[in-house]
């Protein structure tokens, strides 16, 4: 069911419940998601994005009987993944003709997910569409995060469409910021930037600027998941800023995985090591086998430092210790510092394996890492205690 935003601009997308996973099973979604498409009703009438694949049939529904799909002068496409796009070739069967606004990337997008021909009319930044007493504004936004990402703005309404930019994976009935849960809703919307938008984060701190720049009236930001944010609408904004400047926390993340608690226990005596430090670090540790690797994503973005261990396993690491060791080489964090360790039976090349890794990360390392033969004994334990008192003096 529609909800309103203003006299001219109405919500018609899909709230999902029951998502819990999303980019298939990449990126969990602990509290669901919503795929927002908003309508536009002036002189002219524009539809701005539609949704997922497995809600077309409900959306194209709703939306005939909202609005009636022969009613749609313009569709605007800010983004072609398909959790926004999902639609669209159905719609665009319906109403052939339609002229479709979006990126030359975002014609490539369309054209190569859903191989058809429509009457796309590609825009640049500063291009405008009038719709009779309000004009949608195009603003590029490419790599935010896909070559093809753009946003829009609506003149008159003051409203900010920022596609991906400033969502969250968050299904709510309530629409807007204000009525929703704060630490919720920061907490996701922190997720969502740590897990998507860190490697871009340049290009966020740039656009962020060259839209500070256009200096804007913004009343509202409408983005695609998640809540409307209407009021003090600019603190997401705000915190893009922050959290592309790469950001930090006064927190170290411990992650690991064990097989027979030999690295657990040397993981908890490296935390009670840099607890016993004198600067108040936040400690958190992880299994990584066990942990949402979203979740642990998300804390390792908030850390200045970062310790990864595995037992050696077959002259190596365990799966688990590489599969987020390739998550945050790709996601491509900066200013942070990083130590490996491992316990072992004969061999022992984890610890080293590990740093590898974090080095081609970049990470910069911190010692030469720690390894422990068979179980932790005492002197054992001592030892990673001190290597977690000499990880945190080594942290700014
Ligand atoms: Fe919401 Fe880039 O998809």
Partial sequence: MAKQITDSVSWVGKVDWQLRKFHGEEFSTHRGTSFNSYLVRDEKVALIETVWTPFAGEFLEGLDKEVGLDAIDYVIMNHAEPDHSGAFAELMRRIPDVPVYCTKNCVKSLTGHYHGQWNLKTVKTGDTLSLGKRELVFIEAPMLHWPDTMMCYLTGDNILFSNDAFGQHLATESL?????????????????????????????????????????????????????????????????????????????????????????????????????????????????????????????????????????????????????????????????????????????????????????????????????????????????????????????
């Avoid at 935390?271 to 108040?280: M, T």
Wanted: hydrophobic share 40%; proline share 3%; aromatic share 10%.
């Fill in 176 to 396: 807007y910021n204000d009525l929703v849960d704060e630490c919720e809703l920061l907490a996701e919307a922190m997720k969502y930037y740590a897990n998507i938008l860190t490697p871009f984060s340049k290009l966020v701190a740039g656009k962020l600027k060259q839209f500070g720049e256009l200096n804007l009236p913004i009343d509202f930001i409408c983005p695609s998941h998640g809540v409307v944010w209407r009021s003090d609408p600019m603190q997401i904004v705000n915190k893009y800023a922050e959290w592309a400047a790469d950001y930090q926390e006064n927190q170290v993340t411990i992650i690991y995985d064990t097989m027979w608690e030999g690295t657990r226990q040397m993981a908890e005596a490296i935390a009670d090591g840099i607890r016993n430090d004198d600067k108040d670090l936040v400690v958190k540790v992880y299994n990584c086998a066990t942990g949402d690797m979203n979740d642990i994503i998300t804390e390792v973005f908030k850390s200045k430092g970062v310790l990864v261990g595995s037992p050696t396993f077959n002259r190596g690491m365990l799966a688990s210790v590489a599969g987020i060791l390739e998550e945050m080489r790709g996601l491509a964090f900066k200013n942070k510092k990083a130590a490996s360790f491992g316990s072992y039976g004969w061999s022992g090349e984890s610890p080293k394996a590990i740093a590898k890794r974090l080095d081609e990360a970049g990470f910069e390392l911190v010692g030469e890492g720690l390894k422990v033969m068979w179980q932790p004994d005492d002197e054992s334990v001592e030892k990673c205690k001190e290597f977690g008192k000499m990880f945190a003096s080594a942290l700014d």
